[in-house]
C-alpha cells in the first residue's frame, strides 16, 4: 500500500478515535500526480491546492474523469485569477476583501457555477497575514451575502505560530456560531487535533499525508 494511503488511514483513525468526523482536505500543492493518484484510487475526495496554474496543470483532466472529486483554493487567491478557479474549484478558502467577492459573484454568474466559500479571518490580527480583522467580520460577511449572493459557509484562520492556539480556535468558532455558519475551516499538520476540539470541519493537512516539502 502506498505511504501517502497509510498516512491517511492513521490520521483517520485519530479522528474515529476522538469520535469526530472532519474532513481532510489533502494539501497536494507542489506534489505531482504519482504522489496523488493512490489516494484517488483509494477513494479521497477532497484535495487541496494554493497556486492556480499549477492546479489546472494537475487537475483539469482527472476532475473531468472523476466528478466526485472537490478541489480546494486554501491559498492567496488574486482577482485576475478567479476566472480560472471558477470553472475548476469547488471551494474557496481565502475570501478576504470586498473586490475579491464581487468578482466571485461575477464570475460564478457567467457559468452558472456557484462555490462554498469560507471568509478567511486574520484571527491573530498579523500585519505580514492577510484576511478580515475580527471587527469586520460581520459587515464583511452581510456584504457578501445581501450584494453578492455568495454561499458562504463558514470562517477560516490560521493561527499565529507563537501563540496560544487554542484560544485563538475558540475565538474563532464562537464568532462562526455568532453568523450561525455550519462549517470552519481550521487545522493543519501540526495542530488539527487542537482545531478538531474547537468543531473544524474542514482539516488542511499536507505533510503528515505526503510527507516533507522538498
Known amino acids: 500500500m502506498h505511504q501517502t494511503i497509510n498516512n491517511l488511514i492513521s490520521i483517520n483513525k485519530q479522528l474515529y478515535l476522538a469520535k469526530c468526523n472532519s474532513n481532510i482536505i489533502a494539501v497536494s500543492k507542489t506534489f505531482t500526480l504519482p504522489s496523488i493518484i493512490p489516494l484517488i484510487d483509494f477513494g479521497h475526495i477532497h484535495f487541496g491546492e494554493n497556486k492556480v496554474q499549477e492546479a489546472i496543470h494537475k ?6 474523469k472523476n466528478k466526485k472529486l472537490k478541489l480546494h483554493m486554501i491559498g492567496k487567491l488574486q482577482t485576475n485569477k478567479v476566472k480560472f478557479v471558477i470553472p475548476l474549484f469547488d471551494y474557496i478558502h481565502s475570501l478576504d476583501n470586498l473586490k475579491l467577492a464581487e468578482k466571485i459573484f461575477l464570475e460564478q454568474k457567467k457559468i452558472n457555477k456557484y462555490l462554498k466559500i469560507f471568509i478567511q479571518v ?7 497575514k492577510s484576511g478580515i480583522n475580527i471587527a469586520d467580520v460581520n459587515y464583511f460577511y452581510n456584504e457578501c451575502i445581501s450584494k453578492f449572493n455568495l454561499d458562504i459557509i463558514g470562517l477560516m484562520c490560521i493561527p499565529p505560530v507563537d501563540g496560544d492556539k487554542e484560544m485563538y480556535y475558540k475565538s474563532i468558532k ?13 487545522g493543519m499538520s501540526d495542530d488539527y487535533m487542537d482545531a478538531i476540539k474547537f468543531g473544524s470541519t474542514y482539516l488542511r493537512i499536507g505533510s503528515n499525508i505526503f510527507g516533507k516539502r522538498a
Open 59 to 64: 487537475w483539469t483532466d482527472i476532475k473531468t
Open 122 to 128: 486574520n484571527i491573530g490580527n498579523e500585519k505580514q
Open 174 to 186: 464562537n464568532l462562526n456560531d455568532s453568523l450561525g455558519l455550519s462549517h470552519l475551516s481550521m
